[in-house]
């Protein structure tokens, strides 16, 4: 889990500071990262063995069953439903920020356009190197405690604070600061999230890549609904501080999300 948190940050991390090189060339960007994803998707199926399965047991397919197993009851699985949650709302809390970066930083941190393009970078760079000292760490961590909850709870907690550092410190060393404490808190959260997750599955082993499916849902999702509601959350107040605000709720609700799961410790 630790090491596929730290494939994912490097590469978010590194596709800001690339599509930067390619902000007034776009079309000749959106090629390159096609091109890379063409490439990885390769190596992948080139370079990772499988295990034939065709011998192994299969039930009738059916599109009802299908369509079906979309739906997993809150009621009868609620370790699950809390574990969705609670990654919906943190990914929410993440995303409001990391999207309007660029604009944040000129309205109301009040920087130029160019020098704000820039400085994204460095923030980039600031919260993906705390980010890795924090990832592999926690998860060994996680491992030898045998514990799940405090490490999710207490990053989500650490997440809603880095959040409050623009509020009452609006500049740019207070984006740094924000950075680091939030990259160190994602860290932990991205590495030890995914393992408790695979500990909520409602049958595991039977549909867990269907469950683990759903759950990606709770990732997915937010990021397509943030436009929407940073844009009201901007017409209410008429600034970037209710990003920050609404941010910081999310994060202390996502933590609150976890205090009910009882299949991970």
């Known amino acids: 889990s630790a090491v596929l948190a730290m494939g994912t940050l490097v590469g978010m991390g590194a596709g800001v500071i690339v599509a930067g090189y390619f902000a007034e060339l776009i079309g000749i960007g959106y090629g390159v990262f096609a091109a890379l994803v063409l490439l990885s998707a390769f190596g992948f199926v080139l370079f990772n063995r499988d295990f034939p399965s065709k011998d192994a047991e299969r039930t009738p397919f059916s599109w009802r069953d299908f369509f079906a197993g979309f739906w997993v009851s809150p009621r009868k699985h609620p370790d699950f439903a809390w574990a969705f949650a609670a990654r919906f709302l943190m990914i929410l809390a993440y995303q409001g920020v990391q999207s309007y970066l660029l604009y944040i ?15 994204a970078g460095v923030l980039t760079i600031v919260q993906l190197l705390a980010a890795l ?3 592999y760490a926690s998860g060994k961590l996680s ?3 045998h514990r799940r909850k405090p490490f999710v709870i207490g990053a989500s907690l650490i997440m809603g604070c880095a959040l409050a550092i623009p509020l009452v410190w ?10 680091a404490l939030f990259g160190f808190g994602y860290g932990v959260y991205l590495s030890v999230d995914l393992a408790l997750m695979t500990q909520v599955l409602p049958a595991e082993g039977v549909s867990s890549g269907r469950d683990l499916g759903i759950l990606n849902v709770a990732t997915t999702l937010p990021q397509a609904l943030t436009p929407l509601v940073a844009w009201a959350l901007i017409s209410v107040s008429g600034g970037y501080a209710s990003i920050f605000v609404a941010g910081i709720a999310f994060a202390v609700l996502g933590a609150v999300a976890i205090l009910p799961i009882k299949g991970a410790r």
């Open 105 to 119: 930083l000129r309205d109301h941190i009040h920087m130029s356009v160019d020098a704000s393009n820039s400085f």
């Open 133 to 135: 000292v924090s990832t």
């Open 143 to 145: 491992d030898r405690l």
């Open 170 to 179: 609006p500049t740019a060393a207070g984006m740094i600061a924000l950075a």
